[in-house]
């Protein structure tokens, strides 16, 4: 209970979950260098934009960490398509590279999703080149998008229960939305959800979301989801968020944790869990190209 009297959900935090994913794939760094590999996540930065060398600096030096090499090309902002696609068919080509990652965003002229179906797809650590997309589809082995990959194993983490439950996602963007929902109606006993997909065509969608055991906000619409949207004791996992500027404004409301059984924190949430999955994608792909997977 609250100061005020009304029940708080219980939290669903993506640090811990985070920490064992990484803990993982430290485990297997060691075990394909023992084996004579050296697992190699490359990057890729275009333009100078602050933030985007922030994160990238903030992911090297994690891969560092975590044993990985991380070969770099850091592109003038006035780069061109054929640059980039040049950048990308040299780490395609390099054997000893198994994961590429490319800073997202990239300067307005280029066009990422034309750069992304470049790379070769057993190298694309986002899990977002269409091959993988179709590959999810499909239920094929290959590298998960990592935010819906990341909201399956934090909801697994915290044993919130998934299979047979009826989970709805507000949102069907090609990010989270839309994978998530194959994610999570896959045959797995992390999955097997009853699941619904709600968006602007659905006008009436909080008549899904009140219903819903697991709700996930996936829509990118600050302060969408408010307390009458959510079943009271259900799950609330909040993956949408808007940046302006540096401040973080999300999908859900903070006041649905008086409503809600469990959700996830306004911070450190899905986001935590989205970078792990990179680095186990990464790690996943050395393991496939060595054959020690
Ligand atoms: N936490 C993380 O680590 C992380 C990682 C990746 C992405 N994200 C966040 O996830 C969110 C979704 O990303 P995305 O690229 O998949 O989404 P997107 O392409 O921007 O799509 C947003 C979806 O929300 C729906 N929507 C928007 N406004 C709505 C409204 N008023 N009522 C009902 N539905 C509405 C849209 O419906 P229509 O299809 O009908 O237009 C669309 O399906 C973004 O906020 C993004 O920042 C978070």
């Given at each position: 209970m609250s100061s005020s009297g009304t029940t708080t959900a219980r939290l669903l935090p993506g640090a811990p979950v985070a920490e064992q994913v990484l803990a993982e794939v430290a485990e297997s760094v060691v075990a394909l260098r023992a084996a004579g590999v050296t697992p190699a996540l490359a990057t890729v930065l275009v333009g100078d934009d602050d933030a985007s060398a922030g994160y990238i600096r903030i992911k090297q030096r994690q891969a560092a960490e975590l044993g990985f090499v991380s070969p770099h090309v850091h592109l003038a902002a006035s780069a061109s398509q054929a640059d980039l696609h040049a950048v990308l068919a040299d780490f395609n080509a390099d054997?000893?590279?198994?994961g590429v990652l490319v800073q997202?965003?990239?300067?307005?002229?280029?066009d990422y999703d034309r750069a992304l179906a470049e790379l070769d797809p057993d190298k694309d650590?986002?899990?977002?080149h269409p091959v993988n997309m179709g590959r999810l589809a499909l239920g094929l082995p290959g590298p998960l998008p990592c935010t819906p990959a990341g909201i399956e194993a934090l909801l697994a983490f915290h044993g919130v229960p998934v299979a047979g439950r009826e989970v709805v996602i507000l949102g069907r963007g090609a990010t989270l939305g839309r994978p998530l929902a194959m994610l999570l109606a896959q045959k797995r006993p992390t999955a097997n959800a009853a699941v619904t997909v709600v968006h602007t065509?659905?006008?009436?969608?909080a008549r899904y979301t009140r219903r819903a055991e697991i709700l996930v906000a996936a829509?990118?619409?600050?302060?969408?989801?408010?307390?009458?949207?959510v079943r009271p004791g259900g799950v609330v996992i909040g993956g949408g968020v808007r940046y302006e500027g540096r401040r973080l404004l999300p999908?859900?409301?903070?006041?649905c944790a008086e409503v809600a059984g469990a959700i996830t924190p306004r911070?450190?949430?899905v986001g935590p869990t989205t970078v792990a999955m990179l680095f186990r994608n990464a790690v996943r792909a050395a393991q496939r190209a060595s054959g020690l997977g």
């Open positions: 054997k000893a590279v198994h997202y965003p990239i300067p307005g002229h280029l650590v986002d899990g977002m065509g659905v006008p009436d969608w829509a990118g619409v600050p302060g969408i989801i408010q307390p009458e949207h999908d859900v409301d903070e006041s911070v450190g949430g």
